[in-house]
């Protein structure tokens, strides 16, 4: 099971290292290929509703997971030049579209989680070639949530040997935004930048969308841990974690980098979608240049 990095340990991390650059040359990022299966082709994303959402909720997190591999979004960039990054990856292009959906808005385990919930829900759904994302509402604990704000994992298809794979991402809009919901909210360390104005409106759906771009690009290079990473498999730099906190060119700790503003919103963003949306996407590891890649 992997994670995305604590954004406030990093932004110490960061500074730290900042203040030795001038004494220590950078090393190159470079995640190592660990001769795994990546997760390539056409790929069904199948969601599980765990709370209240309302529709509008709903259909701003359909439509970034179908912009992903759609030709709809003409306008540049586009969420769908983002995801062409995984195709350098080895194994060529991983497509993908949403599938089954299921609402589970009387909360059948509670409202906190804990970490077994998480891949007993994802079995909702069982397939291979699938990912099986749990998305939890505003007013519902995950065990760990403010030191990871989502995490990807596998569980077994029956009883063979065969591994589908899941993600869980939660709302952050009242559980510690200043980590799972940065920059559309205040760092709770380093520099107190002001924070950008989400592009759908929603704080903690625009954070779940930078968690969930963040998750399906980890999961597609990394599925079940044997794939690209840096670092113990158990607590891995992945595609899109190695490159956490950065949006657009310029980025630096408690900066996120030029991005485009809406002139008669304000909102930020880097990527359009279909249906006219707008979305803030983290950059990616470009295995052919060994470097951040963002849209910007």
């Known amino acids: 099971m992997a994670t995305i990095c604590h954004l406030a340990t990093l932004m110490l991390f960061c500074f730290i290292q900042l ?33 209240k959402f309302t529709p509008i909720q709903r259909s701003i997190i359909v439509d970034f997971i179908n912009s992903l591999s759609s030709d709809k979004a003409t306008m540049v960039p586009s969420t769908s030049s983002w995801w062409k990054i995984t195709e350098k990856y080895k194994g060529g292009s991983s497509t993908l579209a949403v599938g089954k959906q299921i609402l589970l808005e009387n909360y059948p385990l509670g409202k906190f989680l804990k970490n077994p919930h998480l891949p007993a829900l994802a079995s ?14 505003k007013d519902v604990a995950v065990e760990g949530f403010c030191m990871r704000c989502g995490t990807h994992g596998s569980t077994r298809v029956g009883r063979g040997p065969v591994r589908g794979t899941y993600i869980w991402v939660g709302n952050s809009e009242t559980q510690c935004p200043g980590q799972c919901a940065w920059p559309f909210h205040q760092p709770i360390y380093g520099p107190q930048t002001p924070p950008l104005v989400a592009p759908n ?64 919103t304000g909102a930020s963003y880097n990527a359009n979608g279909i249906n006219g949306r707008k979305y803030l996407l983290p950059a990616m590891w470009d295995p052919q240049t060994s470097t951040c890649k963002t849209l910007m």
Do not use: R
Not at 125 to 137: A, P, R
Not at 206 to 223: C, E, F, K, R, S
Not at 224 to 236: E, H, I, L, V, W
């Open 19 to 51: 203040s030795l650059s001038e004494l220590v040359q950078e090393q190159p990022l470079v995640l190592k290929y660990h001769n795994g299966p990546l997760l390539k082709g056409k790929i069904n994303v199948n969601l599980i509703w765990y709370g």
């Open 201 to 264: 409106g929603d704080v903690g759906v625009d954070g779940m969308i930078i968690n969930l771009a963040t998750l399906l690009g980890n999961t597609v290079t990394n599925p079940f841990n044997n794939g690209y990473f840096q670092g113990p498999a158990n607590a891995p730099l992945e595609a899109v974690s190695a490159c956490t906190g950065m949006f657009g060119s310029g980025s630096y700790p408690g900066y996120p980098g030029k991005v485009l503003v809406e002139k008669s």
């Open 124 to 137: 909702k759904f069982n397939g291979v070639d699938t990912i099986n994302i749990i998305l939890t509402s």
